[in-house]
């Protein structure tokens, strides 16, 4: 989409090559917006660590400066890629050299997901988003921090879902978006997510699954995201 073509641009034009994974048409999805269920984060992930091993044989790329990056539920499969624990199950040998979301979903925790491995991690999400909640990732990114791991959350104000892509208007509607922003999930045991506060298995069908949410574009928050990005892929 547009949003994706205007970052393979400026990452282009800075002197960083790109590799744009698409997980969505090979599975015969077009939309995850209305119903979520036809892709799981997780499976995002495992393709992401595919794509690093295919990567890190290309004879042009440096196979210890492959960084990812994901958007949304995409964000998913970024930032939680750094996981020692998904490393394991799913990856290999190598090693992604810094992960970067954008208005991640931080609010289904994983057991392990605070055991990394130690590559720094950059976040950014608008505040007013009301698809994704920044809530939880503040929650997450302190306790990381306080682990001594090397990660930001940076919050822009008046800024939607998807502010990245500059073909929204300002603020637009999505009625029929599936959004677990006022939801709380957690991994009780491997493989089993529950609501935090009722105790039921992971469901959309929760009570706590909000339907209706917004995207929009927000130049100066584009600008400030690409401006850091670019800064943070160059001081790695």
Known sequence: GAAMDAWVHHLNQAGVATFVLDTFTGRGITSTVADQTQL???AMMVDAYKALDLLAKHPRIDANKISIM?????????????????????????TFASHIGLYTPCNSRYTGDTQLTGKPM?????????????????DYV?????????ITLT????????????????KLAFPTAQSSRH???VETTPSVMV????????????????VGAHVGHNPDSTAQTVKAVL???KSL
């Open 195 to 210: 609501n935090e506060k009722t105790g039921q298995p992971f469901s959309y069908a929760d009570p706590c699954i909000a």
């Open 122 to 138: 950059r976040l950014f999400h608008g505040t007013t988003d009301d698809y994704v909640s920044v809530l939880p990732c503040r």
């Open 70 to 94: 994901g958007f949304s539920k995409g964000a998913v499969a970024s930032v939680f890629s750094a996981s020692t624990r998904f490393k394991k199950a799913y990856g290999s040998a190598n």
């Open 142 to 150: 302190k306790a990381l921090q306080q682990q001594g791991i090397n």
């Open 183 to 185: 939801c709380q999930f």
């Open 155 to 170: 919050e822009f104000a008046d800024t939607e879902h998807a502010y990245d892509s500059p073909i929204l208007p300002k």
């Open 40 to 42: 799981h984060s997780l």
């Open 231 to 233: 800064e943070f892929l």
